[in-house]
Nanobody
Framework: QVQLVESGGGLVQAGGSLRLSCAAS????????MGWFRQAPGKEREFVAA????????YYSDSVKGRFTISRDSAKNTVYLQMNSLKPEDTAVYYC?????????????????WGQGTQVTVSS
């Protein structure tokens, strides 16, 4: 089992920044990759970003590329999502997830552990 706890959400004005954190515990060795997804009211959950614990190029959705940065601190078993230049359309519940795979990280079914989510609201 892997437990994931997100933090850092909140209310911010358009153009502002937030940093989300995801602390992983348990059998983290079984999850070589981590991702962030988000879900806005009435919409499907969508991929935001992903990263592998052993390094390599992170992955981003086109909608956040250039504005969001995913990073990880292996010593702390923590993954971060730095969100800059936030837009009202970024408003959603953001979920951290752990994947047993290093492939197709933009697909939610490839993740088997999920956090409880943290709300991000961007006002115009």
């Amino acid at each position: 089992q892997v437990q994931l706890v997100e933090s850092g959400g909140g209310l911010v004005q358009a153009g502002g920044s937030l940093r989300l954190s995801c602390a992983a515990s348990g059998r983290t060795a079984s999850s070589p990759a981590m991702g962030w997804f988000r879900q806005a009211p009435g919409k499907e959950r969508e991929f935001v970003a992903a990263i592998k614990w052993n390094g390599g190029t992170p992955y981003y959705s086109d909608s956040v590329k250039g504005r969001f940065t995913i990073s990880r601190d292996s010593a702390k078993n923590t993954v971060y999502l730095q969100m800059n230049s936030l837009k009202p359309e970024d408003t959603a519940v953001y979920y951290c997830a752990a994947s047993p795979s290093q492939y197709y990280l933009n697909r939610a079914p490839n993740y088997n552990y999920w956090g409880q989510g943290t709300q991000v609201t961007v006002s115009s």
